[in-house]
């Protein structure tokens, strides 16, 4: 399967900051999809990307597909209490995840 | 439906006992996927249907495991003489096709073992 890694594992903001999270891979990645889980909740889809240097915004978020697509991020704006969560990537037609980072925001 | 619909929603098992953990999909997706996440982690692919075909089981842990969808809809996941270490969610997904769309998570059976 296509080997995903994420960092970081945990992230702590303030209300109102920013927020990034890094998916890296050794590997080129035939897609990648990005997905958000509530505590005690399951997975959400966010965002598929598939082209090399792809960018996609849902606004606050925006999503990047690195032009060797061996790599993405995803970054929040002005995080909100709502944003909480931890925020997966995975790839391929197994969809394997990474670890995930779990985002905590202070009010 | 409307979702991916899974139960039970917890199932508590003694060690050795058997269980079998159901996944309704979203009408009319091709496929199916579980999983199985532990706390604090990732999801781990466990195994993969197209219609009523096994594609992929790679992920199973152990002979002790193993999933159908006789019909191409329902599919069931057992694991015999259940052991600690398979306390987990199990959660269940569906797609349209394959890995073109986003898959659709249903809320998973918490297993635990005792």
């Known amino acids: 399967g296509q080997q995903v890694m994420q960092i970081p594992q945990y992230q702590h903001v303030q209300e109102g900051e920013d927020f990034t999270t890094y998916c890296n891979s050794s590997t080129t990645l035939s897609n990648i999809q990005w997905y958000k889980q509530r505590p005690g909740g399951h997975p959400v889809f966010l965002i598929q990307l598939v082209k090399s240097g792809e960018v996609k915004k849902q606004k606050r978020l925006t999503f990047q597909f690195g032009e060797a697509k061996k790599n993405s991020s995803l970054h929040i704006t002005a995080t909100q209490t709502t944003d909480v969560g931890t925020y997966f990537c995975?790839?391929?037609?197994?969809?394997?995840f990474g670890e995930g980072t779990q985002l905590t925001v202070n009010p | 439906g409307a979702g991916v619909s899974q139960s039970p929603r917890y199932k508590v098992a003694k060690r050795g006992q058997d269980v079998a953990l159901r996944c309704d999909p979203i009408?009319?997706?091709?496929?199916l996927f579980w999983y199985q996440q532990a706390l604090g982690q990732g999801p781990e692919f466990l195994t993969y249907f197209q219609n009523e075909a096994q594609l992929d089981k790679s992920g199973l842990p152990s002979d002790r495991f193993f999933a159908e969808r006789p019909e191409g809809s329902v599919s069931t996941l057992k694991i015999q003489r259940t052991q600690q270490e398979d306390s987990a969610v199990y959660l269940c997904?569906?797609?349209?096709?394959?890995?073109?769309?986003?898959?659709?998570f249903g809320s998973g059976t918490r297993l635990t073992v005792v």
């Open positions: 009408s009319g997706h091709v496929s």
């Open positions: 997904a569906s797609s349209q096709r394959w890995s073109h769309y986003g898959y659709t």
């Open positions: 995975g790839s391929g037609s197994r969809l394997t």
